[in-house]
């Protein structure tokens, strides 16, 4: 059961001119099921990225990275789930590249214009035959108001699908930024969703949109774990059409209202893909102020938020503080002065001076841990810096849901 | 239920001359259970330790690294089970210095000569009153054949006691090695056992006993994971009383007799503990070969070894054999390359050149997974370096005890 999510209302879920998606199912992994999904980008299309940081990437991770080099101009993406096309060596490129190849003949586009991507099972062979089958069906498909579809298409052991829009007005024109989203397990930062496709129709030079991806990713996605397992799969695109005929320029307010929006939409995808965990019952804002640096505060968050002590005890309820601390003392952060660190749970104020309070009472803090969204909330002290990462708890579900997850 | 781990033989575990242990109910945490133990070390014993690199450790931990500094010469030791002294602030520092003068009292030495160690819940105050009045119980029983009886009284969530015995000869006379040790979750390297305490009848000087220790720690203790969780309270100690009339020089054969006797009293306890890790249902043994450095080597492993992914599949014995490689592939290990890494799973050959061999056939790696010991070989063919960890596997069971625990 989710925490705290429910699934997109489709009526709010607005289309991108110049996107079309097509639907089909492609029998990647399982029968009777959606589960082959192409986008066309109108020409013109600008196109960012951000990729696993995992060197043991996919084959279409790869591919991807080589394409948006290339600047022939991204006109598609091609995505399948039921198959991550990881771990397959020279194979698995050869794999991606001839469904790559079938859908740019079907389309009538250049191979190089394509973006493919994959998720499911690492190491098994992609079902090249089968992919292809589907792709011309999925290109008669075509059509600007699939993106709900497509967030279900996506999905692998999500429970609920992940998509949002925002609009922004900017020179009187409305500009539109819409999302889907997949996640649900082994995901954590360096990138990480496990795969999030983002569209606006405003014009953005190729250059500024990767700058805005990159900015906002490390506050939203990067700011998330489940688990801690880096995937070898993560993508997150954003597309911008320009059909709006708005035009963005580096450091103006419009390009500030415009960067809100994306972030909006990032940040949203990022919490329902947390709040959709693997086995998660609670959604756990880790807030760490007063460090040193972002990224000292960063690695505390984090280090806290992969505790599997830490998670358990969220999962029970259970006001067994001392294991945050413990996590914090090893993190790594040199400056740490323990003796400063204060830590809150909601508005329970559970430790000053490194030390429990004296008139703290564990009852207080249990009753804020029985809420299905905890904040943790520790000063360092230290410091003027600080950093937020959003987490779910470690329930029996997780063991469970990836203990079967491929029977 | 500990994977094939039987009980200490009592009648194999080996008295110390030199060394005597009191034990008592002193109710630190619960009632009717043996859970102080005093050690006392006859005059001239050297003594070396290794204790957690968490900067949130606990106060006993604090006085411990004070008192070895001081070189007075240690005497005793004073071990409570239930409470660990740890995220107790200045407060805890007086309690653990009260528990300390009171035992240094009761046998004639100075404060100074006497370590403690707690473990247990983290953040609530020492119950000084109560172990006070049972140091003298503890002193008043103090005896050289209560090795096994400490074993049990320092556990925790353990299930089985551990200690175990070596004897080497030198120069015609017999050298012991014995040591206990406790563990069960929150256990991680850097340093980590929760708490273990070997001690001998060589005679050592102070400075070659801790080269001695430092060497062993690093393939022994500091290379078993169950949850990444480094505590507050690790600590490891190893005395040498000199009793046996043999002592020990620098760079002689029977250095290295002696020291390899350490090592596989230490390897035998820091196995123990995995092997009873909190859940456990497989021992897994992660040996990374032909890297770059041991360093990356052993960073490899313990990425796999940390994996909530890899160790959940361990536990259903299910070869989703991708997630192992995709560890590999968040290490962090600049040198890798993924298209040289060829992976065994016990006598299975699963993948090389960094994609899964044509003749591999998953019923035989399903075979292996189902025996409760596992060995994962990863050759990364970049160069001559190795290392290995041990760790379990992440069952239903983990979160149960970890949600439970203080309940």
Redesign the interface.
Known sequence: MPVKLAPPDAAKILPIAGVKIGITEAGVRKANRRDLTVFSFASGTTVAGVFT?????AAPVLICKQHLKNSAGIRAMLINTGC?N???????MVRAQATVTTLAASMGIKPEQVLPFSTG?????LPVDRINAGIPKCVSALAENEWTNAAHAIMTTDTIAKACSRQVVIDGKTITVTGIGKGA??I?P?MATMLSFVATDAAVSQGLLQRVLDDVVMDTFNAITI??????NDSLILAATGASGVTLVDETLNYAAFKQAVYEVCLELAHAIVRDGEGATKFITIAVENGPSREACHKIAKAIA????VK??M??S?P????I??????AG?AE?D??KVSMHIGHVHV?E????RADYVEADASAVMKEPEILIKLNLGIGNAKATVWTCD???D???I??????
């Open positions: 940081k995992n060197q043991y990437c991550a990881a771990g397959t060596g020279d194979d698995g099972v690492i190491m098994e062979p397990g082994m954590h360096n688990d801690g397992d880096t995937s070898t992969h505790s599997p002590l358990t005890a999962f029970a259970d067994n503080l001392g294991r601390l413990a996590a914090m003392g090893y952060v740490l323990v003796s430790v001076n490194g030390g429990r470690f329930s029996y997780y063991v469970k990836n203990a079967d997850y491929r029977s």
